[in-house]
């Protein structure tokens, strides 16, 4: 007989107070002011005159055991025994005193890791799973970004871009890894390839019919089985249907292709919130280095870098100077994929004649 | 029995170049794990993805794991070549909920590392783009034994499915001057109020609370979350004018001409003779372009709230929507004020649990149904504002016979706030 089995205790979300550098817990709420002394080091300032030092670095993300362990002692040797992970994955180290910051970024440099990440640099690439653990992916997350990351290290660790840079990759268009000032996405081009003998076995018919965004999807018997149809005139090669249905297989080693993205950017400041644009496309899913995503994506940068004011988000840039500007500093072609057709597209339409010459 | 090497050409190649390789840590466990489990399983691992590379080609498949009295947190995943890469054949996910704000002590890293080597595989990220510490690959079996570990000692699983998903929150007020709330007091209300809808996933799709303590919104809210909590404050920018003027002989007017005033969205900031500046407050639409130029001499007013928007979320099924604003500002000290926000989001769940469709998210079934249905139909009182749009209605095609009714609250509505 086995034991009765245990109940799990529902905790939720812990208490991060705990776990919190103790002068960041004194002055919760009570700083002040924050400068950037060089690249990757933090300043903030209490109201209480307490302050803290705070030196990020970028990791491999998907870490070992050693890996943590080593994150772990330079904590422990180095800072005051803390570690604060950013939204897109780096480590921060956090320290009370001015003359730990010098023997914390060496320590840091010494075990392999790159400082760098604050301010007009570019951010460590926010991505996902990919190859090594998705179940939908059209490509790999890590290498992908391992790979842009060796090409971009130096933007990483120095201030040179106008404003700060956030790159983003996903496997698939759910597009986990978010809106980018440039994002990286799969983009199938073909439709599903179904296998009729195992759809209905394996997948909810009425629900994925129900999931497809056109409605291209319609229940079919074929060879004498219940399965399911593609309009292949209607599909738009989303892979919408494949989560639900992994026999209607999207992902193709020629046809699932690279486009990149551009424009997207959280904040408030100065314009509201915006969402990417499509701008490059059939761009190969090359592994192990994908050097043709890595050009454009660079060629991009240096566009931006070359051109846009200080404090410009690529958005902004982009808004000063206007998208045929922007497809003509960056040599990329504009065709009739980059004209939206989707719900609310004539708002994206020109009906003006602001036009530069 | 020695553990099989698979060729790894391809991702041998990822351990070229100066950033670090997750490739080279893998290998790590490989090779030098002292516990042929893991060397086992890693190896394993390298050969499948390897085969990923090869094929340009994912291999994994969900299914169904979870711990004993939930039903989600889990990420299953069942490989599809298994019999080429049997160690890893059963290499599931365990998403753990962070602390908010994402802080860590050395020692409790140390302890969620030891308890994932004796059960899982030795890999590990901090974080998913959920917000989730992903523990990346074990067993059926040992998903229980380190969620029972890992449980009994505060930590407990995030969401996976259609449910309430684990929320995120910016660093906020532990560090940031700029903070406006308490992210991380607002963060831990909020989900922690729904474990149940957490861990039991029951609803039309996932639901995400994201808390931003500022404008800037570091945790991406407005973009991701179908409940976006924003900070920010309704009195005046505090301004030092010694620090103004100290920014100004050090950068030159010039600079704060272009990137300061001309930067302004409402042209609210006006640069003085005297090198001093002047804020028109009340035009001033908190964007934070200012502050984030000049945060020695410019922060935050001391009114604190925060603004509420819903709905935001990425493409499926029908296109980017960004969060809209239900709640123009909300005052957030008491504990009645943060009972309220708890309440307001109840009934919004509530609301689209019972009138969103399947695999609908919230902001997908405002779309489907108008925002001015779904403010009626949240049992919560959310009063109209001006706020909530962009600009009034274009379209003559309504039916309004209802004028004067409405009118009439919008005036008793005002002179019950000025009472």
Known sequence: MSDKPRSPIESGCPDAFQYMHPTMRRNYGQWKFHEHPKPGVLRHVAY???????????????????????????????????????IRSNVEYIVDDAAKVDPLIKAIEDAGFIVGGTKNSVAMISHTQGWLHCDIPGTDASGVVKSMM?????????????????????????????????????????????????????CERPSVVARCPVAAIRPAMVNGKPSLEVD??????????????PPMQINDAEHSKLAVW????????????????????????NPPRWPEANAIVKRILQAYKDDAKDWERINDWIERIGWPRFFEKTGLPFTKYHIDNWRGARNSLNASTHIRF | MAKKIYETPMLDELENGPWPSFISGIKKLRDDHPEERIQEVTSSLLGQLEHSYETRKGYWKGGTV????YGGGIIPRFSEVGSAFPESKEFHTIRVQPPAGNHYSTAMLRQLGDSWEKWGSGLQTFHGQTGNIMFIGTTTEGTQHFFDDINSYGWDLGGAGPCVRTAMSCIGAARCEMSCTNEHGLHRHLVNNFTDDVHRPALPYKFKFKVSGCPNDCQNAIERADFAVIGTWRDEM??????????????????????????????????????????????????????????????????????????????????????????????LETEEDYEEIVEMAEEIIDFWAE????????????????????????????????????????????????WDEEAEKWFNRKAEAAA
């Open chain 2, 238 to 331: 505090k301004i030092d004018q010694e620090e103004v003027k100290a920014f100004v002989a050090a950068k030159g007017r010039q600079y704060v001409i272009d990137n300061v005033t001309t930067r302004c969205p409402t042209n609210a900031i006006t640069l003085n003779d005297d090198d001093t500046i002047t804020v028109d407050n009340h035009n001033c639409v908190r964007c934070m372009h200012c502050l984030n130029v000049m945060p020695k001499a410019l922060h935050p007013g001391d009114d604190h709230g925060v603004t509420i928007l819903i709905g935001g979320k990425r493409t499926l099924k029908i296109g980017d929507l960004m969060g809209t604003v239900v709640v123009p500002f909300k005052k």
């Open chain 2, 66 to 69: 979870s711990v004993f009295g």
């Open chain 1, 232 to 245: 292949e005139k209607k599909c738009i090669c989303c892979g919408a249907c494949f989560p639900p249905c």
């Open chain 1, 48 to 86: 209480s005159g307490e302050e803290i030092w705070t030196v990020r670095c970028g990791t491999q993300r998907i870490l070992d055991v050693f890996t943590l362990r080593k994150l772990c002692d330079i904590g422990d040797e180095y800072a005051d025994g803390f570690i604060h992970f950013t």
């Open chain 1, 150 to 202: 060796d090409e971009l290290i130096n933007e990483f660790r120095e201030n040179n871009m106008p404003n700060r840079v956030h790159i983003t990759t996903s496997c698939c268009q759910i597009n986990c890894g978010g809106q980018g000032d440039i994002a990286i996405n799969i983009q199938h081009t073909k439709p599903p390839k179904i296998n009729h003998d195992l759809v209905s076995n394996v």
């Open chain 1, 262 to 285: 551009v424009g997207g950017n959280h904040s408030n400041a100065r314009g509201k919130p915006t969402f990417q644009k499509l701008v490059a496309a059939g761009i190969p899913n």
């Open chain 2, 355 to 402: 009138n969103g469709l399947e695999h609908e998210r919230c902001g997908e079934m405002i779309e489907r149904i108008g925002l001015v249905n779904f403010l009626e139909g949240v049992d919560f009182d959310l009063d109209l504002d001006p706020n909530m749009v962009s600009n009034p209605r274009q379209s003559s095609y309504i039916r309004m016979d209802g």
